[in-house]
């Protein structure tokens, strides 16, 4: 068993037995580890409609493949799962060796086959659905791909995922592990419209110049921005595929996840995307479709200009010197007082000199005058 779909109408699975129209019978051994390393078997879909199941050929897969089913087996083994099932069923994505679609999958270097990965739209009804390669390369060329070995595992999946001299042209994330041995959770890289994300060391368009490892998008037309009248659009794939990440840096970038519509992409790069971004190291970046509705950040202020010359020098630091309070004071000020007996004269206290008393001479004439009035 591959997959299913979240209501189990449509579900994936391989077998040897001839079920369906255009198998043939099938050798593949089951578990990692197999003593039938050229065997061949049968990719089916099951489908649920009007009361009965139906079951349809996909593709024919080597045990090579093995990865895009085994995986189940085992949470261990989940962290080398190459295969997704989208939430309504009707888009698989796996991984495979083989020439499914008529593009020659042999490496143009070492002459043996790469890995590509392959998406599948089930049709809504009865039918035959469609396949195409989406990590192929639209101009038809035989892909230049990486040695298991090379790659970085971190982004290409478990160390034990493939024989370290298989060549890999594409490559989705396994599992994420939050201890040995336990995958809990698998990355958004399939969406439910049928945009898929992946890595590829192949460079698929001419954007793409740094010889190693970058993220990419399919869409199918109709998606996203895709139109069959797009600069994008590959008639050998079926849809457009673009670059996410940027295609120069010298060192490896890989997808991490995706939002549920597709709309948010995350990624880890060394390439310094945007200004804000100053070292060398690698930096998790958001790929965003912007709209009305989640309009995109505005972009951080200009960085200032170099300074020239004086320029350069730092302001002048005012002296912590405040001026005395008695400079700047307006009022009669602190005025002195001096003792009893003393006075204030030219700012000096000094003694107070007392006043001679006269006598009274008339004081009798007086008194007697103010009898006389009366």
Same mark, same amino acid.
């Given at each position: 068993m591959i997959g299913g779909s979240?209501?189990?109408?449509?579900?994936?699975?391989?077998?040897?037995?001839?079920? !369906?129209?255009?198998?043939?019978?099938?050798?593949?051994?089951?578990?990692?580890?197999?003593?039938?390393?050229?065997?061949?078997?049968?990719?089916?879909?099951?489908?649920?409609?009007?009361?009965?199941?139906?079951?349809?050929?996909?593709? !024919?897969?080597?045990?090579?493949?093995? !990865?895009?089913?085994?995986?189940?087996?085992?949470?261990f083994f989940l962290q080398k799962m190459t295969s997704r099932v989208s939430p309504s069923g009707r888009w698989l994505a796996f991984m495979s060796q083989r020439p499914l679609t008529g593009y020659d999958t042999r490496d143009a270097q070492t002459g043996r086959r790469d890995e590509e990965l392959y998406l599948y739209h089930a049709p809504a009804g009865a039918g035959q659905g469609t396949l195409v390669c989406?990590?192929?390369?639209?101009?038809?060329a035989r892909p230049v791909g990486i040695e298991f070995k090379n790659l970085d595992n971190q982004i290409d999946g478990d160390p034990g995922l493939w024989p370290a001299e298989q060549g890999v042209a594409a490559s989705v994330p396994g599992w994420t592990t939050f201890e040995p041995g336990s995958g809990r959770y698998q990355s958004r890289y399939l969406s439910d419209s049928g945009r898929l994300f992946f890595n590829a060391t192949d460079a698929l368009v001419p954007q793409d110049s740094n010889g190693t490892g970058d993220v990419y998008q399919y869409e199918p037309p109709g998606v996203g921005g895709c139109l069959e009248s797009g600069p994008t659009f590959s008639q050998r794939s079926g849809g457009c595929v673009d670059l996410i990440s940027a295609g120069t840096? !010298?060192?490896?970038?890989?997808?991490?996840?995706?939002?549920?519509?597709?709309?948010?992409?995350?990624?880890?790069?060394?390439?310094?995307?945007v200004t804000t971004d100053t070292d060398t190291a690698r930096d998790v970046y958001d790929a965003h479709v912007c709209s009305a509705e989640l309009p995109c950040p505005p972009p951080p202020p200009p960085t200032p200009p170099a300074c020239a010359g004086d320029a350069c020098q730092a302001p002048a630091v005012p002296p912590n010197d405040p001026t005395p309070g008695s400079l700047s004071f307006s009022g009669a000020g602190n005025v002195k007082e001096c003792p009893k007996g003393k006075k204030l004269q030219k700012g000096k206290c000094v003694k107070q000199k007392h006043k001679k008393h006269h006598k009274k001479k008339s004081r009798k004439h007086a008194k007697s005058k103010r009898s006389t009035a009366r």
């Open positions: 979240e209501d189990g109408s449509y579900l994936y699975f391989v077998a040897n037995g001839v079920l !369906a129209e255009g198998a043939q019978p099938g050798s593949c051994v089951a578990g990692i580890g197999g003593t039938n390393p050229n065997g061949v078997c049968s990719l089916y879909l099951a489908h649920f409609e009007a009361g009965a199941w139906h079951t349809s050929f996909v593709a !024919a897969l080597s045990y090579s493949d093995a !990865a895009d089913w085994n995986g189940l087996s085992s949470s989406a990590s192929c390369n639209p101009t038809g840096s !010298a060192d490896e970038s890989g997808f991490l996840d995706a939002s549920e519509s597709g709309n948010d992409v995350f990624f880890y790069t060394s390439s310094k995307l």
